[in-house]
Each structure stands twice: as C-alpha cells, then as structure tokens.
Nanobody, 124 residues
Framework: QVQLVESGGGLVQTGGSLRLSCAAS????????MGWFRQAPGKEREFVGS????????YYADSVKGRFTISRDNAKNTVYLQMNSLEPDDTAVYSC?????????????????WGQGTQVTVSS
C-alpha cells in the first residue's frame, strides 16, 4: 500500500513557476514508477509526465515538454513537478500516482495509487 499526498499548488500569473511535491508513504517507494496527471474543469484527466524508478528517465506530454521537469528523491520518498512558463491552459487539479508497470506508463489504469490532488490556477 502506498499513500500519496501532494502539496505546492496555488495561484500564479502567466509565465510564473510552481513546484509541486508528492510525499509517499511505504518502504517500497523507490520501486514505483511515479507519474503526474492533471484534470481541468470539464475535461478528462490527462497524463503530464512520469519518472522511472531505476533510471530516473523522465517522460512528458507534448503540451508540457520543455516547461515541466519531474524529479524524485528516494531518500525523502518524494517526487517533484517543477512547472515553469505556466499558461492559463495549465490550470487544473494535479495528482501524483504510483505504478508498478514496466516501461513508461501513461494510462490512468496503469497506476495503482493516487493522491488527492492539488489545485493549480494560472491567471492571464
């Protein structure tokens, strides 16, 4: 069992930055592929990015590539989402999730544990 708690959301102006954190419980955190998803009002939840537990290789949606960066600190059981050059279209509830799938999971069903989410609002 893994419990995930996100923090760091808030209100920011266009072009600003935020760093989200996802703190995980459980001794096996380092074995999980960690992902970030977001859901805007009236839209489906979508993949933002993820990080491999062994190689730290990262994967991103095209919409955030070059602006967002995912990192993890296994000693702190925490994964981060650094968001730069934020745009109003980035406004959403951001959730982290843990997956035991091999490879680079991007689908919601591939993730076993989810946090409650944190709101990010980008004003124009």
């Amino acid at each position: 069992q893994v419990q995930l708690v996100e923090s760091g959301g808030g209100l920011v102006q266009t072009g600003g930055s935020l760093r989200l954190s996802c703190a995980a419980s459980g001794r096996t955190f380092s074995s999980y592929h960690m992902g970030w998803f977001r859901q805007a009002p009236g839209k489906e939840r979508e993949f933002v990015g993820s990080i491999n537990p062994s190689t730290d290789r990262t994967y991103y949606a095209d919409s955030v590539k070059g602006r967002f960066t995912i990192s993890r600190d296994n000693a702190k059981n925490t994964v981060y989402l650094q968001m730069n050059s934020l745009e109003p279209d980035d406004t959403a509830v951001y959730s982290c999730a843990a997956s035991q799938w091999r490879g680079a999971p991007r689908r919601i069903y591939q993730y076993d544990y989810w946090g409650q989410g944190t709101q990010v609002t980008v004003s124009s």
